[in-house]
């Protein structure tokens, strides 16, 4: 990738408001110039509507059927669109002029900029150049290299969150039926902490709210680790009622993202003109990586007055009736020191106990996190610390309460619920056996982490994504470019070029597919796929507008056809492909909570997934309740002169995706390269704002540098810094995980600044 500084990046102050006429204007224009006045309008008038297309950017939920607007997206959502939709395409004649060396000099923009894949595409070994391949012989070709393997395991099937129900299904049930669970994913880099620690503690890996106990009947909403401004916009259209219902929201972040601060909604007359709604009430600014502290010391808060007046503050009859491990827990923060827990968090003991005080006063509380909270070394433990705060006043299983993971990629969760997941449950494989009559693979398989170990220790053959971006996504660049190199073939099921086709194996294959906006026509008519948000709705989706390409196959046509393949017509992957009913039959019968499923998917909306938790309070634990847990604080320690960096979207990115160098809240402009750090630490190590600097991180087994970032002052605590996600992420060290979830810690890098050489260039 190319390493050069901006000189193109200017500065502005940060703005204190999200969204408003500005959004409204950037959507527009970026829909007509990528897609055409026709084309952008059908496009976004069919998008989150009960009869069009599921957003393919985020996870948020939609409203209920007959309660949305004709235009029911964000800016974020309609970058989102417009990129898939664009008119560009690249073709034969593109790879033909340009070279993989010619192309990997490009950025990750720029490669995403050049347009749609149209065709198949071959990289023969040794070849320079990508060349045209049928379907035929690129199906064919992936088979005979996968039946060439000595073994299974040595393939390994990674999935990005776009993919739908269906095409995961389909996906992991191919992995199985050749043996293997190497089912890396997205996830395993996301929200896999939230998973582990959430089925530990309450017996379910997702959140148990519904956006209505949002909107409608939480007193107090905590936000931590997440931007909803950038990341999950029209949740700050939620938090805008919760608000003028009255509800109070309090949220920690090292920095002051406009979204969290103030909300001006372009659906409303009023914000368009006016100042907007004010939507935080209570705003700390945690240090990174702080949270868990922060947690524990309200958590001791509420223990000390409850011990005051006992009675007052604890729900005993929640706590005796459905839950474990109390007395253990009360041991745990009795033991705390607030020395420990101000220094961990940054946060004082005043400020701690002012938000016990919102607590207290609230009947109903939810908290939303996302991977400011999930990308620690300690994230496992943050989060069951989440659970113990929401037991102790039985915020869980009642309206406008419970635990919120806002997930990432538009259907992410669903892919998870299909079985992609390197250790999905024995009681999942039986009924897999049942259904199709092979002995899945039992096993457990390599996540995102171990896939990249596997593949550098040489033990991965053949590696296949269904969508994605994985060596610019993924830690350690440099140790995963050189691991993805090892590789006998790898294949890219995608909509756009990206890094991950160029970081090839011995051979590779770019398989071009339908993207969710586009008609999804096959032998018994035309089809639509479902998806789950982040509040375990299901729903139908249908593209509306027509391919971007004749050649195109849908993800879940490329998919059966590999089955086919390789196998025949055993499992029926034809009639499979020629009618999605027949894989949402087998979902119905293999995933727990679909009965009826193409009835129910059918309703308006669609339906809800059930969730002990929230339902029943019924808590699928190893002992049946829920369970507090006792999380010492495991807090960073920080080397004199250093800085825990995290990594964060801008606003015109989605993941690997930059739509642009702008990152408007924040006040960047033109460039990407750039860090944010406290001024009194720039100042302390001799830098001024506006310096160019490498950035070096330190870790046990040596140290990474990323070059030439032109340093920001900015309001976040000491001893942090921020920079943007891909550009930082060779600096994450790949044994660099969190406990228990294995997740990359892209949020908490230990690094030092130095000067950058080329300053004096
Ligand atoms: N437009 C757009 N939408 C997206 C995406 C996108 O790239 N672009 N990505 C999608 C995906 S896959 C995901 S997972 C989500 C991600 O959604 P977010 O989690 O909102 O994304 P990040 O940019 O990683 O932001 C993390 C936030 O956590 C804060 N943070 C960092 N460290 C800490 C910490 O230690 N404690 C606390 N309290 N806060 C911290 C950061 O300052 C930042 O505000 O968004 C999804 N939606
Ligand atoms: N340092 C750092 N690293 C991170 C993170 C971080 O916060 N910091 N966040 C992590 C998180 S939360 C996530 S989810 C991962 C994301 O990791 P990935 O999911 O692997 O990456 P994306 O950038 O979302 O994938 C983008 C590519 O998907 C393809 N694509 C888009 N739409 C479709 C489609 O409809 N079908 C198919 N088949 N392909 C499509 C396009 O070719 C595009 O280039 O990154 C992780 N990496
Ligand atoms: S909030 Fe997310 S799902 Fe909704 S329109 Fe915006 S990007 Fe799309
Ligand atoms: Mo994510």
Known sequence: MVEKPEDAITVHQPESVAVGRVAVQVSLKRAISEMGVARGTRALTAMNQVDGFDC?????????????????????????????????????????????DELRAQSDHELELHGRLTEPMYLAPGSTHYEPISWDDALALCATRLKAMPSANRAAFYTSGRASNEAAFVFQLLARRLGTNNLPDCSNMCHESSGTALTETIGVGKGTVNLDDITDHADLIVIVGQNPGTNHPRMLSALEAAKRRGARIVSANPLPEAGLVRFKNPQKARGLIGRGTALTDRFLSVRVNGDLAMFAGVNKVLLEREERAPGTVFDHAFIDTYCDGFEEACQGWRELEWS??????????????????????????????????????????????????????????????????????????????????????????????????????REHGYDTVDTIRAMRDGRIDVFIALGGNFVAATPDTAVTETAMARCRLTVHVATKLNRSHLVHGEEALILPCLGRTERDHQASGDQFVTVEDSMSMVHE????????????RSEVSIVTGLGEALFGEDLGWRAMAGDYRVIRRHIENVVPGFESFEERVATPGGFVLPRGPHDSRTFDTVTGKARFT???????????????????????????????????????????????????????????????????????????????????????????????????NVLVPLDSTAIGSNTPTSKSIIIRLERSELAHA
């Open 56 to 100: 393919p950017s985020c996870a948020w939920p939609d409203p209920q059927a007959g309660h949305r607007s004709h235009a029911e997206f964000c800016e974020n959502g309609a970058k989102a669109v417009s990129w898939e939709a664009t008119r560009d395409r690249i073709g034969r004649a593109f790879f033909a002029t340009h070279s993989i």
């Open 340 to 441: 420990a827990i101000e220094a961990a968090s940054g946060l004082s003991r005043r400020e701690i106990e002012d938000f016990a005080g919102d607590v207290m006063a609230a009947n109903s509380v939810i908290v939303c996190w996302a991977m400011g909270i999930t990308q620690h070394r300690n994230a496992v433990a943050t989060i069951r610390e989440i659970v113990n705060f929401l037991l102790l006043r039985g915020n869980i299983g009642r309206p406008g309460a419970g635990p919120s993971p806002i997930r990432g990629h538009s259907n992410v969760q669903g892919d998870r619920t299909m079985g992609i997941w390197e250790k999905m449950p024995d009681s999942f494989l039986d009924r897999l056996r049942d259904e199709f009559g092979f002995e899945p693979p």
């Open 541 to 552: 989706s249908r593209g509306r507008l027509e391919p971007g390409s004749p050649h195109l």
């Open 630 to 728: 006792r999380n010492p604080l495991d807090a960073i320690e920080v080397p004199e002169g250093h800085l825990i960096l995290q990594t964060v979207r801008s606003h015109d990115q989605f993941n690997t995706t930059v739509y642009g160098l702008n990152d408007r809240y924040r006040g960047i402009e033109g460039g990407r390269r750039v860090v944010f750090v406290n001024e009194s630490d720039l100042a302390d190590q001799g830098f001024h704002n506006g310096d160019l600097v490498d950035l070096v991180s330190v870790y046990t087994d040596g140290e990474r540098r990323a070059s030439a970032f032109r340093a920001v002052a900015y309001p976040t605590p000491r001893g942090c810094a921020a920079a943007y996600f891909p550009e930082a």
